[in-house]
């Protein structure tokens, strides 16, 4: 297995997604256990790009490749549209294809780092929205930006959609030659409704605002980010040594509620 625990030297995260919400609060929580975070996002992070696009992805991929002088110990993919935002097809892009580039070009370097560890951010939509485990996931999961594009009709499907596609790449691919094999522990988190400016958006929406708010949650309440920051910081961390291709549901019960014998 590669990747090695020995050594005080601290260290080093890339993550996307970083300016605000989650990913923001996963900076926060990273830093303040003394590693050294990459960010990634549109505006106001150490690399900026804009993952919708094959450009952009390489942009960000380059950008963390150079910033990281190739040790990388952990990679987080956060950057996320919502299923409030205009165009449909913009969601699928970043929330699957974005992700995944994210994740598999510095796949490479991470598996030379330190006890390795990569945390995809899928959402508790990917099972609890009617319609999520159809077409548009299978697109994705094929690798067919263009057909997942057209097949995008409308937010909340597209995001559902991408999310439980990105579920499925983490639960597919964890166990192969390219993460496991290399030593590189691959595992997701599926955050329920969190107050994040995206969720704000959403609330905000004229249609989508009153379904979010009537969403069952057991715990009684929205989630904080950063409670969702530490799970991704546990997956991340020697803790979770043993997890690999899990999909851990930080949602507040909605998934157990809703699917209390999905196992």
């Not at 900026?48 to 990281?68: H, K, S, Y």
């Not at 290399?182 to 997701?188: E, K």
């Not at 040594?241 to 999905?262: E, I, K, N």
């Amino acid at each position: 297995m590669t990747g090695s625990t020995t050594g005080t030297a601290r260290r080093t995260a890339a993550l996307s997604g970083s300016a605000s919400g989650i990913g923001r609060a996963v900076r926060e929580r990273l830093e303040r256990g003394g590693q050294r975070v990459i960010g990634v996002d549109l505006r106001d992070a150490d690399v900026l790009a804009d993952l919708a696009t094959p450009a952009g992805r390489a942009a960000a991929t380059d950008g963390v490749l150079q910033a990281c002088g190739r040790s990388l110990d952990a990679v987080v993919a956060c950057a996320g549209l919502g299923p409030e935002h205009e165009d449909a097809a913009a969601i699928v892009s970043v929330n699957y294809f974005g992700a995944v580039a994210f994740l598999e070009g510095v796949r490479g370097v991470l598996g030379a780092g330190r006890a390795p560890a990569a945390v995809a951010v899928s959402s508790n939509s990917a099972t609890l929205s009617p319609g999520a485990d159809g077409p548009l996931a299978a697109a994705c999961l094929a690798g067919d930006e263009t057909e997942a594009r057209r097949l995008a009709a409308d937010g909340t499907g597209a995001y559902a959609a991408s999310k439980l596609a990105l579920a499925r790449f983490v639960r597919r691919n964890a166990t192969g030659a390219d993460w496991a094999g290399a030593g590189i522990r691959l595992n997701a988190v599926a955050p329920g409704a969190t107050l994040t400016p995206l969720l704000q958006r959403g609330l905000d929406h004229p249609t989508l605002g009153a379904a979010i708010r009537g969403f069952p949650i057991p715990l009684g309440s929205f989630g904080e980010p950063d409670r969702i920051a530490s799970a991704i910081a546990f997956l991340l961390g020697p803790d979770a040594g043993f997890c690999c291709g899990s999909v851990l549901f930080v949602d507040g019960g909605s998934d157990a509620l809703l699917r209390p014998d999905a196992l």
